[in-house]
């Protein structure tokens, strides 16, 4: 499996996969082949993570070849990245609670010289549980997991070599090609016990053995029978969402972010003027796969719009995109609504200095996210009930009726 970081890529990757969309996915997909093998599962989230391909345009794809009862299990799992999309827009502070506490975490890493030991063994792959060792390797090679091998590292890290979970998840992000803040933040606590308190996930070694064809068997070196983590900080309450965000249509530019790498089909965008790329903000290992995904990701996206709006574009820094938008003559600086995260924090910077130049930055919001992050109030379930409803509503299953 080669990750290359282009909308045509993951189109090419989205158009292979569709035939194992249905039953062969609901069936399948819990086993980890290995790396040499990813053909029960899409592997096609490093170019969601970025929308160089979008949730939607990968479910109506779906639908055109599966009946949605053959594909419910692939297309639900895709939602469950709306899901923790959603889940940490209506709580954001829970990325910042993260945040400190993975600082504090790496300052305690520089105190604890036994925490510190414990913790380079696991990063370098020596604790001498094989699979996890593997599963190191594979991470830092190639920057992907299968879901299941996220699942057992995590439960590992946490449960068998006891070390703090905030470490791991920083571990993760700066390794992932999909590195996300709400799947890999929200997935973490998940398995800690910590998203669904008092329900947290236990790696088995006849779970992994069965679900490897047999490669690892870790037998007698996993602790499975620890109990789920506690925290003492209070559930957060769930703010509701802005209304999203529309231009007016006069005259603007646009900037492209890490977060939506498909300007193509944001909506709608009236004139542009120009063009600005944000550089990247993930917090990628320098020189990781992870790292060079997101630098071809933006120059695709770059050479894409350029040649759709018939404008160049150019790298902006953040603190530069006031005057750069002054410069042109403009006061409609047009993106995607960046999530929660590194770039929706910049943006925040970029807002304001904007509004004390006269000028608006709109965040536009995808319908996908407008109808379904709002439900991720509590558990999955309710997402999952609506989503039908949602499909039929913008219209992505052929098969469907429509709605007059
Ligand atoms: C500890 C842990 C950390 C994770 N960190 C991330 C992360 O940083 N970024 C990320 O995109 N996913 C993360 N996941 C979720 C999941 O493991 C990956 O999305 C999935 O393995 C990607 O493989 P795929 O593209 O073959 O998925 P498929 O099974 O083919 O599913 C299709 C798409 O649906 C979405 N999806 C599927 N399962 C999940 C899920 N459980 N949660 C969220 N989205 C899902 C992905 O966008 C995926 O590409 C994490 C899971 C765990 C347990």
Redesign the pocket.
């Known amino acids: 499996m080669e990750w290359i970081p282009t909308r045509a890529a993951g189109l090419e990757r989205l158009a292979q996969f569709l035939p194992s969309a249905g039953r062969p ?1 609901a069936e399948r ?1 819990n086993v980890d082949l290995g790396p040499q093998d ?1 053909s029960n ?5 490093p170019w ?2 970025r929308r160089l391909i979008t949730e939607e345009e990968v479910v109506a794809a779906v639908l055109t070849r599966h009946s949605a009862a053959a594909a419910e299990k ?1 297309i639900q ?2 939602t ?2 709306t899901y ?1 999309k959603g889940w940490l827009e209506l709580r954001p502070a829970m990325l910042e609670r993260f945040d400190a506490e993975r600082i504090a975490f790496r300052a305690e890493l520089a105190r604890d010289g036994n925490l510190a030991r414990r913790f380079a063994r696991a990063i370098d792959g020596a604790t001498g549980i094989a699979c996890f060792d593997a599963w190191v390797e594979e991470l830092r090679e190639l920057g992907w ?3 299941h091998a ?2 057992w ?2 439960s590992v890290w946490i449960f068998t070599l006891r070390l703090p979970w905030q470490l791991g ?1 920083d571990f ?2 700066k390794h ?1 090609l ?3 803040p709400a ?2 933040t929200l ?2 606590r ?2 800690a016990g910590l998203h669904t308190p008092g329900k947290h996930y236990l790696a088995r070694a006849e779970n992994i053995a069965r679900n490897t064809g047999g490669r690892f068997a870790p037998y007698g070196q996993l602790n499975e029978a620890a109990l789920p983590l506690t925290e003492d900080a209070p559930p957060l309450p769930v703010t509701p969402l802005a209304p999203a965000q529309r231009h007016d249509g006069g005259p603007c530019a646009l900037l492209l972010t890490e977060e939506d790498l498909h300007p193509e089909s944001w909506d709608p965008v009236g004139e542009v003027k120009a063009i600005a790329v944000l550089p990247s903000a993930t917090v990628h290992a320098p020189g990781s796969p992870a790292a060079r995904f997101s630098e071809g990701a933006l120059a695709d996206a770059a050479a894409r719009a350029s040649a759709h709006f018939g404008v160049s574009c150019h790298t902006v820094a953040a603190a530069d995109l006031p005057g750069w938008l002054a410069g042109h003559g403009l006061t409609a600086l047009v993106t995607a609504q960046a999530p929660t995260g590194r770039i929706a924090w910049q943006l925040r910077t970029v807002e304001a200095r904007l509004a004390a130049d006269g000028a608006r930055l709109v965040e536009l919001r995808r319908a996908w996210d407008d109808l379904l992050w709002p439900l991720a109030t509590a558990g999955f379930f309710k997402l999952k009930t609506r989503l039908p409803g949602v499909i039929e509503r913008l219209g992505l299953d052929p098969a469907a009726p429509r709605l007059l």
């Open positions: 996915y997909r990813r599962v899409s592997a096609l989230s969601l993570r692939f799992e895709v469950w990245r923790w997991l299968h879901n996220r699942m590292f995590a998840a993760f992000y992932l999909d590195a996300d799947s890999n997935s973490w998940w398995v």
